[in-house]
């Protein structure tokens, strides 16, 4: 029976490999306490593994560090990716295609279209001290 | 927290099985690729890769398989994904990977594609 509250997690994580192994844990913990089943956060687990990754390796900072935060109801969760980089135009960024892809030699740069089509609703904030994603899923 | 990444293999009747465990990075990725490798080279062209206990993957992973099924492809080949976690499977479906790859609820159900299609 989902729990009829709501709870938040801050988490710092530094650049270091499967550090977003640690944000998927809490975001676990969070979802078992609030009787949320697996299957409705497996698609926001996806989510937030791809903002993090995009933005340690991309933030362009000297040191990367990404502060991650969930805020969890019964009936949404709502993440927010944070870096201290350079910032980046989003809008620069194409869309990848798979058929432009196989026979490239570029195969990544999947993470901005993965959050944007599994988000609920999905917002980027970029300038030039850092960038701020945020993905809200609906748990219903 | 998600187990170390790790697979197996097995051959049959040359068709290649590769089962994963734990988080599909792009060291999963990579070790994925290299296996295929291993076999391709010796003729193979059908490759089922199992992802029943790999329920955390990233698209830098994923970007690895897109080269297998590239290399299949040249060589009238086909992989299939089988025993997916709905949010992988909805992944996958996003990147478009299911234009250029299969899918099926488990390994033999995928072998049964195989041998439909020859």
């Given amino acids: 029976m989902p729990r009829n509250e709501s709870l938040s997690l801050k988490i710092a994580l530094p650049r270091i490999p499967d550090i977003e192994l640690v944000a998927l844990e809490g975001l676990d913990r969070l979802a078992r306490h609030m009787g949320i089943s697996d299957d409705k956060v497996g698609e926001a687990k996806i989510a937030v593994t791809e903002a993090i990754i995009n933005a340690l390796e991309h933030s362009g900072a000297n040191t990367p560090m990404v502060k991650v935060e969930f805020w969890m109801t019964s009936k949404e969760l709502v993440i927010y990716v944070r870096d201290f980089g350079k910032g980046f135009e989003p809008t620069s960024i194409e869309d990848p295609d798979i058929e432009k892809k196989i026979g490239s030699k570029h195969k990544r740069g999947w993470g901005l279209k993965l959050m944007k089509s599994l988000a609920d609703d999905f917002q980027i904030e970029s300038g030039s001290r850092g960038t701020k994603i945020t993905i809200k899923k609906l748990l219903t | ?118």
């Fill in chain 2, 1 to 118: 927290m998600d187990q170390p990444f790790s697979l197996t293999s097995e051959l049959r009747d040359n068709r290649l099985v590769i089962a994963t465990s734990g988080y599909v990075n792009n060291v999963g990725g990579e070790a994925i690729a290299t296996e295929f490798s291993k076999h391709f080279s010796g003729g193979v062209k059908e490759v089922v890769v199992n992802l029943e206990h790999s329920r955390v993957v990233n698209s830098i992973g994923m970007s690895f398989l897109i080269e297998m099924i590239e290399q299949l492809q040249d060589v009238d080949g086909r992989v299939i994904f089988t025993n997916l976690d709905p949010a992988v499977d909805k992944m996958l479906s996003i990147m478009g990977i299911f234009k250029f790859a299969g899918k099926a609820a488990n390994v033999d159900e995928a072998f049964g594609q195989f041998d439909a299609r020859s």
